[in-house]
């Protein structure tokens, strides 16, 4: 287990420049390594990164198609097995988690966002919100209560009974943001979210979920490639080629 | 989640729907096949239902079904009556026979001989007249409810045989003196009751004549202890009224190719309900498949996920059943009503359900794999 404590970073770190003042880590990952495959189709998706990410920040991970971002999102997210190096997410270690520990400890602690929204179209937006308290064995009227008040939250309280076909993109978007932040967990995973949708609509997806998500405990990682929404990172980590080239202050931290 | 589980195979009507009448269909053709095979076993013993007042029937070794009779001497009912345990033991005699009805229609018949004192083996039911009458001069008795179709007298205006009317049998002159009831039988050719007497009288020459012996066992003697000196004693086939049935249901099942022709129906009702029911719910599944992967990502277990497609199995398969077994049921009472062979006891609906449940359990079992194979991190591939 690792300490929440803030973390002193030594002057000559390549990351020092990137660094928030005295924020307690979240996440915490060094020599991290993901290979696809095996033998002459091997694939080195991650080659040893290290990364800090802290409570309160909104970190983008930024970089080419195939790079690793991805990758990384989903190995941080506990959906994808490292291959070697350690990442300590929230003072745990997944590697020290049975499959069921694990999915049961994400379900309670880490909040989704796809690039493709992924509600299921024949719930309505209150009952998708409700999932993951659902999954938490909520009953189903107080689950869907709360996902309605998650909606008014995100704006979409009007919305609550109708089915995601019949919602805009962004709108669909504001509903998986509510569906990821219902049950407060202390990391949000994004993946691609404004790529499905237009530069307004997806820098107002951004500004809601910097408004609505961000707050000093929990943090958002966030994968995009999308320069328009770059200056909502509080940090953006570069990678290029599974590596981490450098994590450079965003246009949020330099404006704090 | 079981909610979530039930909103996501309610809402996608279309797909449900499909999979509700490919469980129904099955269910149908499962529970309609099997009612109607059962329907036809039952109706092969029909006669021996009708003419079981006694507990043995005794008859050559070599007899297969209840209309197959050997002929037997006619001391076999002498030497019967002397065993001990026996109440009574009376004649029977039974063969087809030619016939031509009042117009000249000619048909092929069933007569059957009753014991001249006790009229013992007769039909349960009378429709008009008694069975006494059957001491009348050359009377003979008809089935009622069967005479518009076998006994049908096309020319002159057309008409089913009556009371009253004449028949001849074997070139002998009968007289229709009452009808009868019976239980619908899987054999075609009508049955038509007459004294034993007159009846050999009526009968092709042979040197003997004797169909079966009907056998009573005395009240708290012992029907196995019977039956094995009445065996040992005339060195024939002693069966309880239950064993000839079977004897006769077996024998027509195997050389028929019911047996066959009804299993396959049956089996081929449960391999296309799985078929159906395998793809629809594999391709439902499938169509969820992102779904469950987004599920797996929020903390979804594969237990989680296992219980909700079974769940949606369990209801498809209810409804389906539900529905399938409905319409069985309603045709089976038209079936009623038009005299066919149909018999639906609880255990037929119970095999059926049985059945279905099986065929969904192994559709949707089927349909977990790509869910359990599924890894959560299927969600960030766009």
């Not at chain 2, 045709?331 to 059926?352: D, E, K, N």
């Amino acid at each position: 287990m690792m300490s929440t404590a803030a973390v002193q970073v030594q002057s000559d770190s390549p990351l020092a420049g990137a660094l928030p003042k005295a924020k307690p880590i979240a996440v915490r990952c060094a020599g991290l390594t993901k290979v696809f495959g095996a033998d002459e189709n091997q694939v080195l998706a991650l080659r040893g990164v290290d990364l800090e990410i802290y409570r309160g920040e909104l970190l983008m991970l930024v970089g080419p198609s195939g790079c690793g971002k991805t990758t990384l999102l989903s190995v941080v997210a506990g959906i994808l097995d490292r291959s070697g190096g350690e990442c300590t997410v929230l003072d745990h270690d997944y590697a020290r988690m049975t499959v069921a520990e694990r999915t049961d400890w994400r379900g309670r602690h880490i909040g989704f966002v796809f690039q493709s929204f992924n509600l299921i179209p024949t719930l309505t937006a209150a009952e998708n919100v409700a999932i993951p308290l659902l999954l938490q064995g909520k009953p189903p009227s107080q689950a869907i209560r709360q996902g309605a008040a998650m909606l008014d939250r995100v704006g979409l309280g009007h919305k609550a009974k109708v089915r995601p076909p019949q919602l805009s993109g962004g709108q669909q978007q504001r509903v998986a943001i509510a569906r990821a932040l219902v049950h407060r967990p202390k990391l949000v995973v994004c993946d691609e979210p404004t790529s499905a949708l237009d530069a307004t609509t997806g820098k107002n997806v951004m500004a809601l979920l910097r408004e609505v998500a961000l707050d000093g405990e929990r943090c958002l990682v966030v994968v995009t490639h999308d320069a328009r929404i770059f200056h909502f990172a509080d940090r953006m980590a570069h990678m290029d080629d599974g590596r981490l080239d450098q994590v450079t202050a965003g246009p949020q931290q330099a404006s704090h | 989640m079981y909610v979530i589980a039930l909103k996501m195979l309610f809402g996608d009507w279309l797909k449900y729907l499909g999979l509700i009448v490919g469980i129904a269909f099955a269910s149908l053709l499962i529970c309609q096949q099997a009612s109607i095979f059962l329907g036809l076993t039952l109706q092969t013993g029909s006669f021996i239902r009708d003419t079981s007042q006694g507990d043995l029937w005794v008859m050559d070794p070599q007899v297969r079904f209840s209309q197959d009779s050997q002929p037997l001497r006619d001391t076999i009912v002498q030497q019967t009556r002397g065993v001990a345990g026996v109440e009574w033991a009376v004649p029977l005699y039974q063969a087809f026979t030619r016939g031509q009805l009042a117009d000249g229609t000619r048909i092929t018949l069933l007569l059957v001989g009753l014991d001249d004192a006790t009229l013992v083996g007769g039909p349960p039911l009378m429709e008009q007249g008694a069975l006494a009458d059957l001491r009348r001069d050359r009377g003979v008795l008809i089935d009622a409810a069967k005479a518009a179709q076998k006994l049908y007298m096309k020319r002159g205006g057309g008409r089913e045989v009556q009371v009253g009317d004449h028949l001849s049998i074997n070139d002998n002159d009968a007289v229709v003196v009452g009808s009868y009831r019976a239980r619908d039988s899987f054999f075609w050719d009508p049955v038509i009751y007459t004294t034993y007497r007159r009846a050999l009288q009526w009968a092709p020459r042979e040197r003997n004549l004797l169909s079966f012996v009907l056998v009573k066992v005395k009240p708290g003697a012992d029907l196995d202890q019977v039956r094995s000196t009445i065996e040992r004693k005339t060195g024939l086939k002693a069966l309880t009224n239950q064993e000839f049935i079977y004897l006769t249901a077996n024998f027509i099942l195997y050389a028929t190719g019911i047996l066959i022709n009804f299993g396959m129906a049956v089996a081929l009702g449960f391999i296309i309900g799985l078929i159906v029911a395998g793809q629809t719910l594999y391709n439902f599944t499938l169509d969820n498949l992102r779904h469950y992967g987004s599920l797996k990502a929020m903390g979804a277990s594969n237990g989680m996920l296992a219980r909700m497609v079974l769940l949606q199995a369990l209801i498809v398969a209810v409804l389906g059943y539900g529905i399938g077994v409905g319409l069985a049921s309603v045709m089976g009472l038209a079936a009623s009503q038009l005299g066919l062979a149909f018999a639906m006891p609880w255990q037929i609906p119970a095999l059926t359900a049985a059945a279905i449940l099986l065929i969904c359990m192994l559709a949707s079992l089927l349909s977990l794999i790509p869910v359990f194979r599924l890894e959560p991190a299927v969600v960030f591939k766009g």
